[in-house]
């Protein structure tokens, strides 16, 4: 049975960090693309960050560059990490990771919803002013 299971939502003050992790489990997720979108209330699903199998390949939304920080450990598991600093309330939303399978491109990384294969729950983060 294939699961994405999110964790580390909160509710934080603005300036605040949170981490967020995903574990991944019922397929070998060590060989997919992993990423993390997020959906605030009426509003589309966007991209936040997305890591290559191998975690030596990373991109980032717009807003995102220099305060979150994407990373994967496959050692057993593959778990993702979503470490977010510097949160401001426009941060706010529920965070949802995402497994791709498909080889990773550098020219074309996977940044688009339906690039993906499998999605968790979602984890709830707010920060408040």
């Known amino acids: 049975q294939v699961q994405l299971v999110e964790s580390g939502g909160g509710l934080m003050q603005a300036g605040g960090s949170l981490r967020l992790s995903c574990a991944a489990s019922?397929?070998?997720?060590?060989?997919?693309?992993m990423g993390w979108f997020r959906q605030a209330p009426g509003k589309e699903r966007e991209f936040v960050a997305a890591?290559?199998?191998?975690?030596?390949?990373?991109?980032y939304g717009d807003s995102m560059w220099g305060r979150f920080t994407i990373s994967r450990d496959n050692a057993e598991n593959t778990t993702v990490y979503l470490q977010m600093n510097s949160l401001q309330p426009e941060d706010t939303a529920i965070y949802y990771c995402?497994?791709?399978?498909?080889?990773?491109?550098?020219?074309?990384?996977?940044?688009?919803?339906?690039?993906?294969?499998?999605w968790g729950q979602g984890t709830q983060v707010t920060v408040s002013s």
């Open positions: 890591i290559s199998w191998s975690g030596r390949n990373k991109v």
């Open positions: 019922g397929r070998t997720f060590s060989s997919y693309a």
């Open positions: 995402a497994a791709d399978r498909s080889p990773w491109s550098p020219a074309r990384p996977p940044t688009l919803p339906p690039e993906y294969d499998y």
